[in-house]
């Protein structure tokens, strides 16, 4: 009776959870709508996975597909080796294309694309830029390194699509960096950099291996190589005035793209070629042999320097590789460092004549004197100081210039009550005045020309250091005074506003070159401009001169104000020596007596004329018998 009274109770509890559970389910069944987003849910469930199948069957690679994590199932490599045939072995490695090999060494901090297999970023560690910064020659994709070749299967590819396989390994005290891209484990397409110690200079090969029967060497390999200059100087405008395509060719022969427009060349038979931006340069150099049939390009970055602030100009250069033995193998040189003449002389491959030291004669002025002599007082004293002491020597080197220049006016000046007598008895016979003008200077010894023809001769060392000053690596972020950096220019006042030609700010040094130059001018040209005669049917010189003292200031004043300050700083220490030359030569070396003795002295002298004074004199005479014949001519 107890048992069944259990089994009773048993079943009337089953009961009542039963219904407690289809009550609960009835209260939490889903709505109309919320049945509806499920079925959606399940449909795009359905259309994803049917997608998925379909991708598999046509795998179309993508750049996500270069940075394989996991290796691919045996349909994916099908799809891959009917895309790029061989290659499909490097993108079916697990690797991550995405990420970069990093290298340092003494002067370099490197970082490497595992994707294209070139370099990503160019840090040069013992540099910073106007603003503090270091100086980067490669970063934010600013530059591209690719070559783009065929295979047997006739394919077109290009390194820049594929991952390489980075391997670091040290060679002595050298760091070799290697970016394969691989066809089979030991077949593949490699970039070699082998990094030294202290070195700027990279060695760089791009060589093959196991791939003579991949490549179609009938199909030229072409390598492309673009750069865009990243802006290091305050003047963008300056540093983009020396920014320039430089290149070695014909046995030594040194030629250059545009710097002031955009320009192109088809060149060969080139020994390197220099990416320079100013202060900094890249330099490809041929180790092997030559280059040629390349196709160099530059482009001008800067239309207007308020708007175009980070780059300067974006240089190209395509150039075809050739096979050997249906293999790929090339040595290069790849430099990243400063356009400095020290350390690009030491390469011996020239390398320093991508520096703009002037043509001709400036150029070797710059190369045998003032770069050798800058040099050796800059190591024993301040650079602002070894300018200004080697502006001393310069002056003295040159005063016996200045001093034929000073007695020559001092002649004329003691001529001139004379000649003024001679132009005042034939003002009425232009030809005659000007006939005994020139035979009283002649006898006497003096003429105006001879007081412009060793002005002439400073001109070679005026234009030398015009070169010399703003490509003086050695200047760059030394400071003198209230100039912050010798190579740049020296803000005294920042503008609000923006002048053109003049710029957003005031410089110091060009004001006092400008004052130093006008009062040189005014007593050296002034004394011309009072001595010298106006002679019929040549120019009025003595206006021009009179102009010349106000615009040669002038142009100082708004040229050089974003020149490098060193130059500016040269022309004001140089011009205020001048003065005081002329100064002492004027009351302490020339006696004006003396000279107008010896004036005297030669008058009485026979003096013989040259064949171009004779030539002078029978011109003369014939013009004055045509003019005496056509005025008879009026009076009949």
């Known amino acids: 009776m107890e048992e069944k009274k259990f089994d ?51 795998l179309i690679t993508t750049s996500s597909d270069y940075s394989n994590t996991q290796a691919l199932d045996s349909t994916q490599k099908a799809a891959l080796q009917n895309k790029v045939g061989a290659f499909a072995y490097a993108l079916s490695l697990p690797s991550d294309s995405e990420k970069q090999t990093t290298v340092s060494t003494d002067v370099f901090e490197l970082k490497f694309n595992n ?97 003579s029967g991949v490549f179609n060497t009938s199909q030229p390999i072409t390598l492309d190589w673009k750069q865009k200059s990243i802006r290091h100087s305050k003047s963008i405008t300056y540093e983009n005035r020396y920014t320039r395509l430089t290149y070695m060719h014909d046995d030594g022969k040194v030629d250059k793209l545009s710097q002031a427009k955009d320009d192109d060349d088809l060149i060969s038979d080139v020994d390197w070629l220099s990416y320079r931006q100013h202060f ?38 395509k150039m075809p590789l050739a096979y050997s033995g249906g293999e790929l193998n090339k040595n290069f040189g790849l430099y990243y460092g400063p356009t400095s003449n020290t350390i690009l002389k ?20 710059n190369k045998m004197l003032f770069i050798p002599l800058f040099g050796f007082l800059s190591s024993y004293l301040p650079y602002g100081i070894a300018i200004i002491v080697m502006t001393i020597m310069v002056k003295i080197l040159l005063s016996f210039v200045q001093y034929k220049q000073f007695l020559s006016q001092a002649k004329m000046k003691i001529l001139k009550p004379e000649l003024d007598a001679v132009r005042e008895k034939y003002k009425d016979n232009k030809l005659k005045a000007q006939q005994e003008t020139m035979a009283i200077q002649s006898k006497a010894g003096a003429s105006p020309l001879s007081g412009c023809l060793p002005g002439l001769m400073q001109i070679p060392v005026f234009y030398a250091l015009f070169q010399f000053f703003p490509t003086a690596f050695d200047l760059r972020q030394k400071s003198f005074l209230w100039a912050d950096d010798l190579s740049s220019f020296d803000s005294v006042l920042d503008l609000p506003f923006h002048i053109p030609l003049y710029g957003d ?13 006008f009062f040189y001018m005014k007593m050296t040209t002034g004394q011309q401009v009072a001595n010298q005669p106006t002679q019929e049917g040549m120019p009025d010189m003595a206006k021009m001169m009179k102009y010349m003292i106000y615009f040669s200031p ?29 100064l002492v030569i004027k009351n302490y070396i020339i006696d ?37 014949a056509q005025q008879k001519g009026k009076k009949k």
């Open 115 to 211: 994707k294209g297999g070139h370099l990503a970023e160019v840090k040069l560690r013992n540099f910073v830029d106007y603003d503090s910064v270091p100086v980067y020659m490669v970063k934010d994709q600013n530059s591209a390194f690719n070559i783009t070749f065929g295979t047997s299967d006739n394919r077109t590819l290009n390194t820049q699509d594929f991952p390489f396989e980075p391997t670091v390994t040290k060679n002595g005290e050298n760091t070799i960096v290697s970016m394969k891209l691989k066809v089979s484990e030991s077949s593949f397409l490699e970039y070699r950099y082998e990094l030294k110690p202290d070195d700027y200079m990279i060695d760089f090969s791009i060589r093959s291996q196991g791939l």
């Open 8 to 58: 009773v109770k048993s079943i009337i509890g089953f009961v009542l959870i039963f219904g407690i559970l289809l009550f609960i389910m009835y209260q939490n069944q889903p709505t109309p709508e919320e049945l509806a987003a499920q079925e959606k849910a399940e449909q795009e469930k359905v259309e994803a996975e049917n997608n998925q199948s379909n991708q598999k069957e046509t």
């Open 505 to 517: 700010h005031v410089s110091l040094f060009p004001i006092l070159a400008a004052v130093a130059i």
């Open 280 to 317: 900094f340069s890249t330099i490809l150099v041929a180790n092997d042999s030559r280059f040629n049939d390349v196709a160099i390009t530059s482009l001008d970055l800067v239309k207007d320097e308020e708007i175009d602030t980070t780059h300067t100009k974006l240089y190209t250069t």
């Open 554 to 582: 002038l142009m100082m004043l708004v040229f050089f104000n974003n020149y490098a300050s060193g130059l500016s700083l040269y022309y004001f220490i140089s011009n205020s020596i001048s003065i005081g030359i002329m």
């Open 592 to 628: 004006e007596d003396k000279v107008l003795a010896k004036i005297e002295v030669s008058k009485t002298k026979p003096k013989k004329q040259n064949k171009f004074q004779k030539k002078m004199a029978e011109m003369m005479e014939q013009a004055e018998q045509q003019k005496q």
């Open 346 to 365: 030491d390469y011996d491959k020239d390398l320093e004549e991508s520096i703009p030291f002037g043509w001709g004669i400036f150029g070797w002025i």
